[in-house]
């Protein structure tokens, strides 16, 4: 499938798919670069459809779904671009690249919603115990965070196998909250977990770049993770320093020294001191 141009894929097919999802061939069609831009439920609101018609239009026409469907045209776009993209050659371009990082962390801190962050600082102090979901490479974020609750003394649950970490929200307690990451909010496990969670009654915080996205629809508490809506980048879409950074924050506020003596939760730090120099 990958061997065709996505564009070229959507003309040929075209007579073969059904009205509704001619609505979204047609979109792509005129606008690749907003639709390579949206995820599913925002392509699907620009071309006046379902999510689901979008989802079974790029079925129709060879992909496994819509992800599939955006990399292939992400390709597309921006294989050209790519190669002739600017290569860094001195230290000042380096520069840049750090500069633009620190604009990208200052951007998501304006963008951020100060209520909401307060609010999930207080589940986290006040839970049982934190349920982290995440897929695909995104699953060492919760690795990282899940390690870094326990040493605040707060338990948690994570795992990189979706049978997992739904097994914890199953089993999960009414006081228990789950945490979602997902950059594109558009993660299938992700949000079955979530609304595995939603049936159990807990509450939920999602962490997402997109705040028009299934992930957020579902979630009681979204703390964006971008501060401004970028270009995707098929090249770029693995890195997830705004997402690390944003927990970062979340857990800089939960920080309780007095929850941490109590439970002796810096322990482990103090047992293995003894192996580092």
Not at 87 to 104: I, P
């Amino acid at each position: 499938m990958f061997e065709k141009e996505a564009l070229e894929v959507i003309k040929e097919n075209y007579d073969s798919i059904f009205s509704a999802e001619k609505k979204v061939a047609d979109f792509v069609l005129q606008n690749p670069q907003k639709a390579v831009d949206s995820n599913v439920s925002e392509l699907a609101k620009q071309s006046g459809v379902s999510d689901a018609t979008v989802v079974r239009m790029c079925h129709h026409i060879g992909y496994t779904g819509y992800y599939q469907f955006r990399i292939a045209l992400s390709r597309e776009l921006g294989r050209k671009q790519y190669a002739t993209s600017s290569r860094l050659q001195n230290k000042d371009e380096v520069g840049k690249v750090f500069h633009d990082y620190a604009e990208a962390m200052i951007a998501i801190g304006e963008r951020i919603d100060v209520d909401v962050m307060w609010k999930c600082v207080n589940l986290l102090k006040t839970c049982r115990q934190a349920h982290l979901m995440a897929v695909g490479n995104t699953c060492p974020l919760t690795q990282y965070m899940g390690f870094r609750l326990g040493r605040l003394g707060i338990k948690s649950t994570y795992n990189v196998a979706a049978e997992y970490f739904l097994n914890h929200v199953n089993l999960a307690d009414p006081d228990d909250i789950l945490i979602a990451i997902s950059q594109s909010g558009t993660s299938r496990q992700v949000v079955q977990g979530m609304e595995l969670g939603k049936e159990k009654g807990l509450k939920i915080i999602a962490i997402t770049a997109f705040a028009q996205s299934p992930v957020a629809a579902l979630a009681d508490y979204v703390l964006l993770s971008a501060g401004k809506e970028e270009p995707f980048n098929y090249y770029k879409g693995y890195a997830h320093l705004n997402e690390t950074a944003v927990i970062d924050a979340l857990l800089n506020f939960v920080m309780n020294e007095e929850l941490i003596k109590n439970k002796q939760a810096d322990k482990p730090e103090i047992i293995l001191s003894e192996y580092k120099m």
